[in-house]
């Protein structure tokens, strides 16, 4: 069953709603008990680094989350700040991430009038490699960011797709059975919903 | 290439959705949680709901309908209306809202913006800022609560303050302009878009597609707001909820680029 991992952040309803309409079943776990019978994990985040740490580090789940993602190979997607905290650290906060992919999360330093920060809005994905997670999007391949940190892979490989602001950086990733995406696939209408039933559908 | 957001901006009211003139006159015009249905379907790039009520009558937000809207919407959403701590912003957050906007209590309060920065992000917190022209001399005045009273404060002194507080963004509402569907106030927007450098979206005034050509037109990547435009059609004002298809919303920009 998909799993989404309460840790007390994130849009849990949103991803909730769309797997209902798609008829596929899907839970929230806070404790281990709950996460014993997950197929799919889900890692929402909305917030800082550091305040995701925190509350994932008290939140009693931590040490059975590893179990699962790094010894049972369960697939796990990481969403916007659930992504980050899948890095080494953060230049956002002094917290080490769970250093499930191997990177660094970075500030976005523009320094342009033309390139605001947040990036917000709607961005076009550059693929980089093929993944069964992006297979029928649209032609526009456009999703929705919200951020200010990303996330930077210190392998190549593990970059499926990339977005432009300012410069080329990773927005979707995926090492072994575990994923992570920094635009918001339950706001991003038609592809956000594809990519949350590719996920879904993967084996 | 990222692109300009158009953003439907829907006022509440009594649970109602309204749309003022002026920031009067409230004309009921539907149900909040049907809007955002409609809207879902029309694939909108945002949406921002405003309780105008909430402030004014010292009431704290309706959580239980921010969790309905929230988990209908398909789209990124911000919230405003009646937020006085860090508290209500960070359990608004936790309701799957991804933006909250501030307007009265960070002028009276103006810490709640590091505050709420430090506990939901930077990206999450956004200040609106109601603005009138003023009659006599030069220049726009800052009002609150819903536009009843005047706060004394320089413009451009409070929208570099907002920044260097953390906010993620500023929603810029002209008060002479709201719901008159003649075009945006350039001046004011132009006065405020110099000077910030985190996303800006603009409000109030926007009656057509020539209007928004016209804004992307100067200020390229900017928040699109609009009331009336979204939910009216036709020169008789008739209620229906109406946004730009994908394809329409792609000639815009493109005929955008000939101007």
Redo the contacts between chains.
């Keep these: 069953m998909i799993t989404i991992i309460d840790y007390g952040l994130g849009n849990l309803g949103a991803f909730s709603n769309v797997y209902k309409k798609l008829n596929i079943d899907v839970r929230f776990a806070s404790n281990v008990g709950d996460l014993k019978k997950a197929s799919k994990l889900i890692l929402p985040g909305v917030g800082t680094f550091d305040q995701a740490m925190n509350k994932l580090n008290s939140s009693g789940l931590r040490n059975y989350l590893d179990e699962l993602v790094i010894k049972k190979k369960i697939p796990i997607i990481g969403i916007c700040v659930g992504m980050q905290i899948m890095a080494l650290k953060s230049d956002e906060g002094v917290l080490p991430g769970l250093g499930w992919i191997n990177g660094k999360v970075n500030r976005l330093s523009l320094n342009n009038k033309n390139s605001p920060l947040p990036h917000m809005g709607w961005n076009d994905i550059k693929i980089q490699k093929r993944s069964p997670l992006i297979d029928n999007l649209d032609n526009s391949k456009r999703f929705y960011f919200l951020h200010s940190y990303y996330f930077q892979c210190q392998n190549l490989d593990d970059v499926i797709a990339n977005v432009n602001y300012g410069f080329d950086f990773p927005c979707i990733i995926n090492h072994k059975n575990i994923f992570g995406i920094q635009c918001h696939p339950e706001k991003s209408h038609y592809n956000g919903v594809n990519l949350l039933k590719n996920f879904a559908e993967l084996n | 290439?990222?692109?300009?957001?158009i953003i439907p901006v829907i006022l509440v009211q009594n649970k109602g959705l309204v749309k003022t003139i002026n920031f009067e006159n409230p004309k009921y015009v539907g149900d909040p949680l049907n809007a955002v249905r409609i809207f879902?379907e029309k694939?909108v790039?945002?949406l921002i709901i405003l309780d105008i009520d909430a402030t004014i009558n010292n009431k704290c937000p309706d959580f239980l309908s921010i969790?309905n809207w929230?988990?209908?919407?398909?789209?990124?959403?911000c919230y405003g209306g009646g937020i006085s701590s860090v508290e209500e912003i960070q359990r608004i957050?936790?309701?799957?809202?991804?933006?909250v906007s501030i307007n009265s209590s960070a002028l009276l309060n103006p810490d709640i913006i590091n505050e709420a920065a430090?506990?939901?992000?930077?990206?999450?917190v956004v200040v609106s800022i109601d603005c009138k022209r003023r009659k006599f001399n030069k220049g726009y005045d800052i009002f609150i609560q819903n536009g009843k009273k005047k706060y004394k404060i320089d413009l451009i002194s409070w929208i570099l303050e907002v920044e260097k507080r953390g906010a993620?963004?500023i929603v810029l509402n002209s008060i002479d302009n709201d719901g008159l569907m003649k075009g945006y106030d350039l001046d004011l927007i132009r006065l405020v878009k110099e000077k910030?450098?985190?996303?800006?979206t603009a409000l109030g005034g926007c009656g057509s597609k020539k209007d928004i050509m016209r804004l992307i037109d100067e200020f390229?990547?900017i928040?699109v707001g609009a009331g009336s435009m979204f939910v009216f059609k036709g020169k008789f004002k008739a209620v229906l909820i109406n946004y730009p298809s994908?394809i329409e919303k792609l000639n815009l920009f493109n005929e955008t680029k000939k101007i």
């Design positions: 290439m990222l692109s300009p957001r879902n694939e790039d945002e969790k929230a988990s209908e919407c398909r789209m990124p959403l957050i936790s309701l799957g809202v991804e933006k430090d506990l939901v992000g930077s990206q999450s993620g963004e910030v450098s985190i996303p800006l390229s990547i928040g994908k």
